[in-house]
């Protein structure tokens, strides 16, 4: 069963502008990550934030994590055409594999 | 490191044949996973091992899919017969630690096409 999904699906901004995308998941989780995947590439992982946690800063990337919400949310400052990507959130409950939404897809214009 | 490798990078083939698709991991890394991604159903986990072990392989679609990991640097992904509706990008991936907590590390994928 699906368990994060993302929004919104798609999203355009022009560069400098912020990205803010959305995951929200249904049962409670171990933690929460991020990867991006450029198209025709691998994921790459981009954060890893764990349930007793609410935020968390990787250079450009802040995430934050609302457990009682059930959400979390990515954060990309000041975006550059490079973070055109599709962006998932996977998540993790105790003793199963991760489970990725299907991505919001971004596109960063110059 | 060279990351996760995976061949081929492309497959093309027939109805009813046999393919195999190859994993090398990370050095190091003692779980390995398999993923097939779709537009239709996104990023799904076919099967995972941890320490050459297959852990959970709920994923694998039928019968007609079967994963190996002889070693720790090595796994295969076999699908035979091969249908058209296997046509997806497959990916291998690895992270370390015994748990599932952990971040994962992609392969490139194999786009495989069943014509």
């Known amino acids: 069963s699906q368990q994060g999904e993302e929004d919104p699906q798609a999203l355009s901004i022009q560069e400098g502008e912020n990205a803010t995308m959305n995951c929200s998941y249904k049962?409670?989780?171990?933690?929460l990550q991020w990867y991006r995947q450029n198209s025709g590439r691998g994921l790459v992982h981009l954060i890893l934030i764990r349930s007793n946690e609410r935020e968390k800063h990787s250079g450009r990337l802040r995430v934050t994590l609302d457990t009682s919400k059930k959400s979390s949310s990515l954060l990309i400052t000041a975006s550059r055409a490079a973070d055109t990507a599709s962006y998932f959130c996977a998540t993790n409950q105790a003793g199963t594999a991760l489970i990725f939404g299907k991505g919001t897809t971004l596109s960063v214009s110059s | 490191d060279a990351g996760v490798i995976q061949s081929p990078r492309h497959e093309v083939t027939e109805m009813g044949q046999e393919v195999t698709l190859r994993c090398k991991p990370i050095s190091g890394h003692n779980s390995l996973f398999w993923y097939r991604q779709t537009m239709m159903r996104g990023l799904e986990l076919l099967i995972y091992f941890n320490n050459n072990v297959p852990i959970d392989d709920s994923g694998m679609p039928e019968d007609r899919f079967s994963a190996k990991m002889p070693n720790a640097s090595f796994s295969t992904l076999k699908i035979q017969p091969s249908e058209p509706r296997d046509s997806a990008v497959y990916f291998c991936?690895?992270?370390f630690g015994a748990g599932l907590s952990y971040e994962q590390y992609f392969g490139p994928g194999t786009r495989l096409t069943v014509t």
């Open positions: 049962t409670s989780i171990n933690n």
């Open positions: 991936a690895s992270s």
